[in-house]
């Protein structure tokens, strides 16, 4: 695990995704894929000023991955979180 | 909450040199994170697992996969992983390219490659130009579309690349677009797979020199366009998947199996030679 | 195994070709990609013969540019490789020169030169690829290259072609021409443990602890192959120690002032010159290949007319042995440069010996050898 990232992690109660922001590029991809509509964009810049998508409604994510599927720079991904982990959160 | 996360495909990518050169939404990266799944979902020995690229943009998917892994001269990548196919039957060779690579300057070598049935597996990334030198037409550029070098339109004929491969003899052909993510992993996974050559044409969006040229918009817009009209038709006579039909048909088109150039080599020599043939073991 | 003896021990009467084809086995060749083309095929017919019973592999590729890298595919699998060619297949390889000399491919490439330019003609001798081997790829780069003079030279030095291959790492050419490679003569092959043979030597290195360009003692790097654990990255690219690519003007400096430098600086370990009645004589006749055997005719012919005239032939053509060259020129007051073309070498000696030096020429266009009468007449004109 790379120290460098920064990772952001926004919770919902089925799943969540991970974003590594160092590396995206702001495609759009997984904004425009996500099967729940999830994930939204933000003015957010990355330090080499690609917009960032942010999990903007954390309760629709079901940690599937198909974001982490599409991203071309292997910036986010989906995972699905366990029960227990579930009503913790 | 912050964490410090290494995506899922991380252990197969080489980490120090993230993030890559592509372009925002440059298909290549989603087809290499597709090509990563199939690796762990096939299980492969990574000591059994060699990339060979020619020269361009997906030529430079060699110098990111964490294998042993050449990134060659243009063109003949194709004719670089033949003699190390032959020389390591218990490997797997994965050629990963463009489409200028593989059908301009390495045409010769791609048909001949398919010809022999060479155990190999080429993914050939079309993104209808040559993204690396500045968007110059390719064999893929469709019609009329603008390209540095064609600056009027393009005018000349565009190859049907699926059936390219199958007329000179692919034993499995797919072809599929980076939007069908997971279609794509799954032959991917297929083609690592198969026993001969194995070829899969991904349709990828280029925004920077394609589309852009184009007036196409970003790269999501090819996306959404191959989520609305790429029609699935497995089995399909390649003839007939040509895309200056202006129809998208993807799936797996041709999966069988043939004796390998290796395999019918060793059939040869065994009848013509019997005891006194000893195989090519490479360097064992 | 197979019944067939790999090395062919014995005394054999064959061509240069065959002799070329036979030392590249006795020098552990297993994989040899060619494409056919006159005058050279004799030697991949022979390898197609001999290596399905010997455990090597052969291809007859779609065409020269597929030929030159495909067994460089086979040699970093482990294997020893080379390919065959003759004139404007030579010119097609070219690429793959280059390919080689970056990603430090240990490799050779016969050519059996042929009278050019373009087809020319593909039946008759030249030596008109000599700057070709040198400079024929783009950018800076050293390459070794070897002239034999005959059948029993196309095998002792094929063996001494792979043994430099996988000693400096660079690409190795053996500058036949159309009379060595179809001249019959008598070839004693020896035991097999009487040739000297460098075995291919591969890194000790552990994964993690091994850099594929980084020179960890002399100044070549040492080897490795796929499947070792490396996860080896290799790119024609300029490259940092690693293997990245390093896309800056140090890392090429770095790089390339190295490929060079690994072999010129060890011109005395590769080089092999062969000089005759060189000491106070009146004019030392220079030539390499074929021609140095016309040479050593006209020599005597010369002797027996009174000049002191003496021979240095060129075994090693590229690394160019500045100080054997200049080593001549201090014990003659003449030298006459003698090869198959319009004057490539004698250019070379000429940089050696500086401009007031007496340095005379004898060629012709290819297409046939140099008459020994011309020679005699010329060091007879020039030491008289």
Request: glycine share 10%.
């Amino acid at each position: 695990m790379s120290s460098k990232n920064d990772s952001t992690t926004e919770t919902s109660p089925k799943g969540t995704v991970v974003l590594n922001e160092e590396r995206c590029k702001g495609c759009t991809y997984c904004v425009r894929f996500c099967p729940t509509g999830a994930l939204e964009m933000t003015d957010r810049l990355n330090p080499k000023g690609y917009r960032l998508p942010t999990l903007a409604h954390p309760e629709k994510c079901n940690g599937c991955d198909l974001c982490g599927m599409y991203c071309p720079d292997f910036a986010i991904y989906g995972k699905r979180l366990k029960k227990k982990q579930q009503e913790e959160e | 909450m912050t964490e410090i996360k290494a995506h899922p495909v991380d252990g197969l990518l080489r980490t120090d040199r993230i993030p890559h050169i592509w372009c925002p939404g440059c298909g290549v990266g989603t087809s290499v994170n597709c090509f990563t799944r199939a690796i762990e979902k096939v299980g492969m020995d990574l000591d059994k697992l060699h990339v060979v690229s020619g020269i361009g943009c997906t030529g430079r998917v060699a110098g990111y996969i964490n294998v042993d892994s050449f990134h060659t001269t243009h063109g003949r990548a194709l004719a670089f992983a033949t003699g190390l196919s032959l020389s390591r039957p218990d490997s797997k060779v994965v050629v990963y390219s463009g489409d200028g690579d593989l059908t301009a300057i390495g045409g010769n070598h791609l048909i001949h490659a398919a010809r022999r049935n060479v155990d190999m597996t080429v993914i050939c990334v079309n993104n209808y130009t040559y993204g690396m030198t500045g968007g110059q037409v390719t064999p893929t550029t469709p019609d009329k579309a603008l390209a540095s070098t064609a600056p009027f339109g393009n005018y000349e004929y565009t190859f049907n690349v699926p059936h390219l491969a199958v007329s000179s003899g692919a034993t499995y052909v797919a072809r599929w677009t980076v939007f069908h993510v997971r279609q794509l992993t799954r032959a991917m996974t297929k083609a690592l797979r198969h026993k001969g050559f194995s070829f899969i044409e991904v349709l990828s969006p280029c925004p920077t020199l394609y589309m852009r040229r184009n007036k196409l918009g970003a790269a999501v817009n090819l996306m959404e366009y191959f989520k609305e009209n790429a029609v699935v038709q497995d089995g399909a006579d390649t003839a007939t998947v040509g895309l200056e039909s202006g129809e998208t048909i993807i799936g797996e088109f041709v999966n069988v199996r043939k004796p390998t150039l290796k395999e019918c080599y060793e059939e040869r020599m065994s009848e013509a030679l019997g005891d006194e043939f000893v195989p090519y073991e490479g360097d064992k | 195994m197979g019944k067939s003896k790999i090395v062919d021990t014995g005394i054999h009467f064959i061509d240069g070709n065959m002799a070329c084809a036979e030392g590249a086995i006795a020098a552990g060749c297993r994989f040899v990609s060619g494409y056919p083309i006159t005058p050279s095929t004799e030697v991949v017919e022979h390898i197609a013969k001999r290596f399905p019973k010997i455990g090597g592999m052969f291809i007859q590729m779609e065409d020269e540019l597929a030929a030159s890298i495909c067994f460089q595919g086979a040699v970093w699998s482990g294997v020893k490789g080379m390919t065959v060619t003759s004139g404007p297949g030579f010119s097609l390889m070219m690429e793959h020169v280059g390919l080689a000399a970056m990603l430090e491919t240990p490799c050779v490439f016969i050519n059996v030169q042929r009278a050019g330019p373009s087809t020319g003609l593909p039946t008759a001798p030249a030596q008109q690829d000599i700057m070709q081997a040198r400079w024929g790829s783009h950018g800076d780069y050293e390459i070794i290259a070897l002239s034999p003079s005959s059948p029993q030279e196309c095998f002792d030095y094929m063996v001494t072609c792979f043994n430099l291959s996988e000693k400096y790492r660079c690409p190795v050419f053996f500058m036949l021409d159309e009379t060595v490679g179809h001249m019959h003569g008598k070839v004693n092959i020896p035991e097999a443990d009487q040739i000297d043979v460098r075995p291919r030597i591969n890194t000790q290195r552990p994964p993690g602890q091994y850099n594929p360009y980084e020179v960890y003692e002399g100044s070549v790097p040492e080897m490795v192959k796929v499947g070792m654990g490396h996860r080896i990255h290799l790119t024609g690219l300029t490259h940092d120690e690693k293997g990245y690519p390093a896309m800056n003007a140090d890392a090429q400096q770095k790089l390339v002032t190295r490929l060079c430098s690994k072999v010129l600086d060890n011109v005395d370990d590769i080089s092999i010159i062969q000089s005759d009645d060189v000491e106070e004589s009146d004019v030392v006749v220079i030539s390499y290949g074929i021609t140095s055997r016309i040479v050593e005719h006209a020599a005597e012919l010369a002797r027996a007319q009174g000049a002191k005239v003496g021979t240095t032939r060129l075994v090693t053509i590229w690394p160019f042995n500045d100080k054997a060259v200049a080593e001549v020129a201090s014990k003659t007051k003449n030298i006459i440069v003698a090869e198959m073309n319009l004057g490539q070498i004698v250019n070379e000696v000429r940089r050696v010996t500086g401009p007031t030096f007496p340095i005379h020429f004898v060629g012709n266009a290819g297409g046939r050898t140099i008459d020994p009468q011309i020679i005699v007449e010329k060091i007879l004109e020039v030491s008289r």
